[in-house]
């Protein structure tokens, strides 16, 4: 199954996107609250606004009743209210119904030619409802009408005078929200207007807050980024910092602290190991020398004759002898010596074509040739550290080439390249072994049979002090190119 790597958002980006949604969720809330709140009113408004009417029109039937000429009873109550009833439901502007106790229509506001095949009887449940309520009252749950229209009903029991119920009464009540539905869409309209304006400014300030919080952040994210071991590191400040960036300052300072012990320690183990190292290859190519003296001298002692008719040959052969073996010895100094303490920069304003030029005179191979895309290619360099570069290069790509080889080449370039020159110095020899490239470098390594393998490092510590690089191409049987680049001198 493949994974799929998921990028993290920076915190910065999470500290902005939490606080406009927070703002977004704050307007999303008091909307809904707002809506909530303001049909709750309109519920208790309708409810109260009910609830006043049918204490109006009882009081009214109360007057009815107290002023009726018929017997108060339920048998009469069709009789009482035949023409009343429309009167009320004209006084009071709504519709009026009267039941028995039982729940049979006997008279309502509404016409009709037959009112039992029009109007339903009040259910059992909501008889029973009437009956169980302290003030045999019921108030049915919102409905809506055939017309579409929201409505809620209320019933309520008709006491004659000395209290004794006769009837119940019901009036349908249709409520009207448009009042209230156009305040809440007044406050919605206000709401989001002023919430547009919140969001632009929380998004201002969500960027500010982001910005400030990460900006401590950022600052020791970019000293750890630049934070090395072989370099001077420097502290951060708290300063007025929150206690957790403090912390995080706090312990960066501390790192900073155990590196530089660890990398004194690190660099002092270094030189030792470096100067036991130097110290072991140079007695290793002392050594060499002085086992050839030693038996040289050896052999002379025991068969020296000085009767001995050819004893002058033999003196010169000897003498000979050991000047090789001393002149070894003295090469092996000066190469250590060069390599441990490098000259002083004498930086000039020099031109790599001519000196390069220069610097190949000293070769008498027929098959080294020097070609440049121009005459005059300026570098601020020391001369004599420049030659030193070309010559061990030359040498290196001459000494790669097999004696018996037939054919033999070794072409140095000089070739400008944007702001850098390029020197490149191609040979057609043996090349180099893949399990010695990586190598190829080091101090001490050499592949040859004699030498110190000295001369590379000493080149690639010369380059890079002058921010330069040096790299090399090579195939097996063909041959190496060894590119140095150098920049180019700034011109005013």
């Known amino acids: 199954m493949r994974k799929v790597r998921i990028r993290r958002v920076s915190l910065r980006i999470r500290i902005f996107l939490s606080m406009i949604l927070l703002t977004l969720l704050a307007s999303i809330l008091m909307a809904s609250i707002s809506i909530i709140q303001f049909r709750k009113e309109a519920r208790e408004y309708h409810q109260e606004r009910l609830e006043r009417k049918e204490n109006a029109i009882k009081a009214h039937i109360n007057y009815i009743l107290s002023t009726t000429t018929y017997p108060l009873n339920e048998a009469n109550l069709s009789l009482i209210f035949k023409d009343r009833v429309h009167e009320l439901a004209d006084i009071h502007s709504t519709q009026i119904r009267i039941y028995s106790l039982k729940g049979r229509l006997v008279s309502t506001s509404k016409g009709s030619f037959s009112i039992d095949s029009i109007e339903p009887p009040i259910s059992e449940e909501v008889l029973r409802a009437i009956s169980a309520s302290p003030d045999k009252r019921y108030a049915a749950p919102d409905a809506v009408s055939a017309e579409g229209k929201k409505y809620r009903s209320s019933y309520s029991q008709i006491k004659d005078l000395k209290f004794k119920p006769l009837g119940i009464l019901n009036l349908p009540y249709i409520e009207d929200d448009g009042y209230y539905d156009q305040e809440l869409k007044n406050f919605l309209v206000t709401l989001g207007q002023v919430y547009s304006v919140m969001l632009v400014v929380a998004f201002i ?255 690639h510590n010369i380059i890079e002090n002058y921010k330069g690089t040096i790299t090399f191409d090579t195939e097996v049987g063909k041959g190496t190119v060894f590119t140095v680049s150098l920049p180019l001198a700034k011109t005013l």
């Open 205 to 459: 300030l969500a960027y500010i807050l982001s910005s400030f919080i990460t900006k401590s952040l950022k600052s020791i994210s970019a000293k750890i980024m630049i934070t090395g071991l072989n370099q001077k590191n420097e502290k951060l400040d708290a300063g007025d910092s929150t206690r957790e960036i403090s912390l995080l300052v706090n312990a960066y300072n501390d790192m900073v602290d155990k590196l530089e012990e660890s990398a004194t320690k690190l660099a002092q183990g270094e030189r030792e190991q470096a100067w036991r190292e130097m110290a072991r290859q140079v007695a290793h190519e002392i050594k060499n020398p002085l086992t050839p003296m030693r038996l040289t001298v050896q052999s002379f002692q025991r068969k020296f004759d000085p009767n001995d008719p050819d004893i002058r040959q033999k003196i010169d052969d000897y003498s000979r002898t050991l000047i090789n073996q001393i002149d070894t010895m003295s090469a092996v100094a000066s190469a250590f010596s060069n390599f441990a303490s490098m000259p002083a920069q004498q930086n000039e304003t020099l031109n790599v074509v001519k000196n390069v030029d220069l610097a190949l005179d000293i070769f008498n191979e027929e098959y080294v040739h020097f070609q440049a895309e121009e005459a005059r290619i300026i570098i601020r360099m020391d001369r004599t550290q420049l030659i030193r570069v070309i010559t061990n290069l030359v040498k290196n790509a001459i000494q790669a080439i097999p004696d018996e080889q037939e054919h033999k080449s070794v072409v140095v370039t000089v070739k400008r390249d944007g702001d850098y020159v390029l020197i490149c110095v191609a040979d057609n020899g043996r090349g180099i072994a893949e399990e010695h490239r990586e190598r190829i470098f080091e101090p001490k390594f050499t592949t040859k049979s004699s030498g110190m393998g000295l001369g590379l490092g000493i080149i």
